[in-house]
């Protein structure tokens, strides 16, 4: 099974290792998500998260930008510590919101100078949020695919995408949705990672898209367990990614108990992690919110070998 780089493994070495290249190795890839803290004290926890997962030796973590790129500098600044302080390969965000090619371009040479080598290139949330028009910095670029462009004629970069199985906000249909997945592959991307999945089969039906087109790109589902109920709600509503009533079914009764809740959303979370890696997906990536108890408590179900002493 592929648990990703060993801690033996030099931290440069780690940095440089190609994501495609280990999801094509043996058995399932793991990957933590994380987003960059808003203060000193979050990224004290942040930290204490990534420590504790860095024991899993997953395959790869990223950090995210936070809405409309305002936490660009935040972001850039963690990975690369990430890159440089521990054993994790590192992926790279990078959007088009809010910058210019030159200032994109900056960024990736930022990211290059840390040593790393992995970019997930997204066009990106409106500046205004989601539900707002998308309006493209004056001197930027409009499409996640002319972003894969240009990280690719910028040096020896792997470059991943995002996927949308449950249709992005702005798509007119799944269809379209899978057709602008081709048109980012045609531009250089190598793999993807999707939003959170709630709904198996809305994975499978976006991979057997792609697949028909003749692009073998790896699709990563991403998973988030759920420890909040009107936060995942939300973050449904705004991703257009929406809750299965099955899955409403489940949590709305443990709402207001937090410990109940946080039990289900473990028990949900492992049973699309299981489904989705008996269909074959090459990974599973984990939107961890800056917490690290419940994926590790869904990775151990999945992984039983690695059970061990885990504290909040």
Same mark, same amino acid.
């Given at each position: 099974?592929? $648990?990703?780089?060993?801690? *033996?493994? /030099?931290?440069?070495?780690?940095?440089?290792?190609?994501?495609?290249?280990?999801?094509?190795?043996?058995? *399932?890839?793991?990957?933590?998500?994380?987003? /960059?803290?808003?203060?000193?004290?979050?990224?004290?926890?942040?930290?204490?998260?990534?420590?504790?997962?860095?024991?899993?030796?997953?395959?790869?973590?990223?950090?995210?930008?936070?809405?409309? %790129?305002?936490?660009?500098?935040?972001?850039?600044?963690?990975?690369?510590?990430?890159?440089?302080?521990?054993?994790? *390969?590192?992926?790279?965000?990078?959007?088009?919101?809010?910058?210019?090619?030159?200032?994109?371009?900056?960024?990736?040479?930022?990211?290059?100078?840390? +040593?790393?080598?992995?970019?997930?290139?997204?066009? %990106?949330?409106?500046?205004?949020?989601?539900?707002?028009?998308?309006?493209?910095?004056?001197?930027?670029?409009?499409?996640?695919?002319?972003?894969?462009?240009?990280?690719?004629?910028? %040096?020896?970069?792997?470059?991943?995408?995002?996927?949308?199985?449950?249709?992005?906000?702005?798509?007119?249909?799944?269809?379209?949705?899978? #057709?602008?997945?081709?048109?980012?592959?045609?531009? %250089?991307?190598?793999?993807?990672?999707?939003?959170?999945?709630?709904?198996?089969?809305?994975?499978?039906?976006?991979?057997?898209?792609?697949?028909?087109?003749?692009?073998?790109?790896?699709?990563?589902?991403?998973?988030?367990?759920?420890?909040?109920?009107?936060?995942? *709600?939300?973050?449904? #509503?705004?991703?257009?990614?929406?809750?299965?009533?099955?899955?409403?079914?489940?949590?709305? /009764?443990?709402?207001?108990?937090?410990?109940?809740?946080?039990?289900?959303?473990?028990?949900?979370?492992? #049973?699309?992690?299981?489904?989705?890696?008996?269909? +074959?997906? /090459?990974?599973? $990536?984990?939107?961890?919110?800056?917490?690290?108890?419940?994926?590790?408590?869904?990775?151990?179900?999945?992984?039983?070998?690695?059970?061990?002493? $885990?504290?909040?």
């Amino acid at each position: 099974m592929a $648990h990703g780089t060993a801690s *033996t493994m /030099p931290k440069a070495a780690n940095a440089m290792r190609s994501i495609p290249q280990m999801l094509a190795g043996e058995g *399932t890839s793991y990957s933590f998500e994380f987003f /960059p803290p808003k203060t000193d004290d979050a990224e004290v926890a942040l930290w204490e998260s990534i420590r504790r997962l860095e024991r899993l030796h997953p395959t790869f973590v990223s950090v995210t930008y936070g809405a409309g %790129g305002t936490t660009r500098d935040r972001t850039v600044r963690i990975t690369g510590r990430i890159a440089r302080e521990t054993t994790l *390969t590192a992926m790279a965000h990078l959007t088009c919101v809010g910058s210019s090619v030159a200032e994109l371009r900056q960024v990736v040479g930022e990211y290059a100078g840390a +040593g790393i080598r992995n970019i997930l290139a997204l066009r %990106g949330d409106p500046a205004g949020g989601l539900g707002t028009p998308w309006t493209p910095h004056p001197g930027g670029l409009d499409h996640a695919d002319g972003l894969v462009s240009l990280v690719r004629g910028l %040096g020896t970069f792997t470059v991943g995408v995002a996927a949308f199985p449950d249709r992005h906000p702005e798509s007119p249909s799944l269809e379209h949705d899978a #057709e602008v997945l081709v048109r980012k592959a045609d531009a %250089g991307a190598e793999f993807a990672v999707t939003q959170f999945v709630f709904d198996p089969d809305t994975y499978l039906r976006l991979r057997d898209r792609v697949d028909a087109s003749g692009r073998t790109m790896p699709i990563i589902p991403g998973l988030m367990p759920v420890t909040n109920f009107s936060q995942i *709600t939300r973050m449904a #509503e705004l991703s257009g990614t929406p809750l299965p009533e099955n899955v409403i079914r489940r949590l709305e /009764p443990v709402a207001e108990d937090r410990v109940a809740l946080r039990a289900v959303g473990v028990d949900i979370a492992t #049973e699309l992690a299981s489904r989705l890696r008996d269909e +074959g997906a /090459p990974g599973l $990536h984990f939107y961890t919110m800056n917490r690290s108890t419940a994926t590790l408590e869904v990775y151990t179900n999945l992984v039983p070998e690695a059970a061990g002493p $885990h504290h909040a």
